[in-house]
């Protein structure tokens, strides 16, 4: 077997699941899954925005940043709401976490992947979503005076 990185391997094995290691610092299991995410920065913005993650651990979430959508900057702090398929035993749940913007990586097709470090995270059920009929509203131009 040839040297690497001028070091004769006995095992190589054990060469490479150490080398596999140096270059992966990930420490948690990444699960490839796309769901659909809800991200808000502050309270403030009344508006979350609709994203689809990549792949998902413990520890970070890589999501698909759709190339309409502003993008964060780095170390921005931001919650994660993770829509989980809905389980029988406890119905909708969903995957909050308060999460850091790592790194933005530019792709093909104009949608960057974002990645967050996730710091904090708790499942709690989905806020139900109020329907509004619009046909009840009044024209805009009558609410004006």
Avoid at 49 to 56: A, C, W
């Amino acid at each position: 077997m040839p040297p690497i990185f001028g070091i004769v391997p006995t095992c190589p094995s054990v060469i490479n699941s150490d080398l596999q290691q140096e270059m992966d610092r990930r420490s948690k299991t990444r699960v490839d899954v796309q769901l659909t995410c809800l991200v808000t920065a502050d309270r403030i913005e009344a508006t979350p925005l609709r994203v689809i993650t990549e792949n998902v651990s413990r520890t970070g979430i890589l999501m698909r940043w759709a190339a309409d959508l502003p993008l964060p900057e780095v170390s921005k702090t931001m919650t994660v709401d993770v829509q989980l398929p809905e389980n029988s035993d406890f119905g909708p749940r969903v995957m909050r976490c308060l999460a850091t913007v790592v790194r933005i990586t530019p792709m093909a097709g104009d949608q960057p992947a974002v990645a967050f470090e996730v710091t904090n995270m708790r499942f709690i059920k989905p806020r139900p979503r109020r329907a509004r009929d619009l046909a009840a509203m009044p024209v805009a131009s009558n609410r004006i005076s």
